[in-house]
């Protein structure tokens, strides 16, 4: 499938398409270090990321349309509160009719019933190791300071 047809069919269902990014935005107030999107979606061909300008404005008629075979959708679960995974959920039943395929997580085919398992999973075990949820400013702390500083080029 065209990447520009799987953008205008993720805008119909409530994406946000600018330049190369197409999220899906957050309806509700969120902390100044959580995202403004629930998903990042990235367009998929032969298990790489395609980069596609998505605007339709400034389509290059003799351009070829640059095409894909998957969506990956990016949640970012730590950075996100617990109370999106649900709209996180949702939304993926929503998108996969409009699509078909098989819904994978880490590369295997679930369902939606076993990711919401796996979701509740994951909030558990960083409650247990960090007595932390995910979206909390403590959490990305944590992630922030085990990645090595940059130092600037000079």
Do not use: N
Request: net charge negative.
């Amino acid at each position: 499938m065209p990447v520009r047809t799987a953008a205008r069919t993720l805008r119909a269902l409530g994406f946000r398409l600018s330049e190369d990014v197409c999220d899906l935005p957050r309806q509700d107030a969120h902390q100044h270090h959580q995202p403004g999107s629930i998903t990042t979606v990235s367009f998929m061909s032969a298990g790489v990321r395609t980069t596609t300008y998505l605007e339709d404005d400034d389509e290059d008629e003799d351009e070829p349309e640059t095409e894909c075979d998957a969506l990956s959708f990016d949640y970012l679960f730590a950075f996100l509160p617990k109370t999106l995974i649900p709209e996180f959920l949702s939304m993926l039943q929503r998108v996969q009719p409009a699509f078909g395929g098989t819904l994978k997580h880490r590369g295997v085919p679930v369902e939606i019933a076993e990711l919401e398992t796996l979701f509740a999973r994951y909030v558990s075990d960083i409650w247990e190791e960090l007595a932390e949820e995910p979206g909390g400013d403590l959490l990305r702390r944590i992630i922030h300071e085990s990645y090595p500083r940059r130092t600037p080029a000079v």
